[in-house]
Structure formats: structure tokens, C-alpha cells
């Protein structure tokens, strides 16, 4: 073999060597806040939305918040609820608006930027990610109780294909 080809073999490994090992996939990480495990990871993109819903634990009714992915960290969007109660907004304020929906629902809409969210996994509260067209109960993830936290960070390749990310 000549220089040239070694040279290139070289060049071509050092650049898969670069795409398996350099952090270049945003993903959406569940951190179990106990143990420090990561609890689900799914691949996502800036822009991509999902659902975090819930049952409010004094008025009982269901409440839907949207959080859309970023480049390094998630953004509240709204939140979808049929009820007022403690906690929930009843006005608009500078912190966000509140509408009433064509189908009767309250919506929050707010835009905030965050760098990541914890919840407390419910007894009650039936935490549910819509994620990617799947339902994933976050008390599968965890003991009622425990706290996780939703953020996006880049991994490398090769940690996707060890870790089995969500599509």
C-alpha cells in the first residue's frame, strides 16, 4: 500500500472514530433524582413537542402541559385544563395568557425557557409522557415519590446504540 491510502484509512477512522465518540444528538433525558439513572432517553429534535399530563391533586381533573425541545434546554409552552385550582392560573398576567378554547378548555400559554423539569412522581397524579406517539406512565419509570428530571442534552453516537434511545 502507499502513503496516500494509509493516510486515508487513517483520516476515514479518525472521522467514524469522531461521529461514534463527539456529543452530537440532542436527546431527551429522565434522570431518576435517587440513584442518578437515567430512566428513559429519547432522540429528539429542536422544535419537537411532547405532553407531560397529570391529574391535579385537589381538584381531580386532568391537566396537559406541552413542552417543546431546544437546542440545550426545554421550553414550557402552555397548559391545557378543563378546571380551575390550586395553583392553576385563573387570569392572564405578564406571565403568560389565559383563553378559554373553542372546546371549553383553559389554556396557559406561557413560553418559557428552562433548563430542565423535575416532578415528583404521583401516587395520584398518573404522570404520563405523550412522547413520539407513545404513553409512557413515569410510575414505570420510578417509585411514587421520586423525583425525575426531564432535560435535553447531546450524546454521542455510541452511547445511543449502548443505551437504546427511543427513536
Known sequence: MNRRWIAGFV???????????????????????REGRVALCSWVRPGEEFV????????RRPV??????????????????????????????EEGTLLVAS????????????????VRVGRVA???LQLKGREIRLADLAQPGTPLTLCVRKTRILDLIKDRCIP
Open 11 to 33: 483520516v476515514a477512522g479518525a472521522g467514524v472514530a469522531g461521529l461514534l465518540l463527539w456529543p452530537l444528538i440532542p436527546v431527551l433525558e429522565i434522570v431518576d433524582g
Open 64 to 93: 396537559y402541559d406541552t413542552l417543546r425541545v431546544e437546542a440545550d434546554h426545554l421550553v414550557i409552552v402552555k397548559s391545557r385544563f378543563d378546571a380551575f385550582g390550586a395553583g392553576m392560573p385563573d387570569a392572564s398576567t
Open 126 to 128: 398518573d404522570h404520563t
Open 103 to 118: 372546546d371549553g378548555w383553559l389554556v396557559w400559554t406561557v413560553n418559557r425557557a428552562v433548563p430542565e423539569i423535575t
Open 52 to 59: 407531560l399530563s397529570f391529574v391535579h391533586s385537589v381538584n
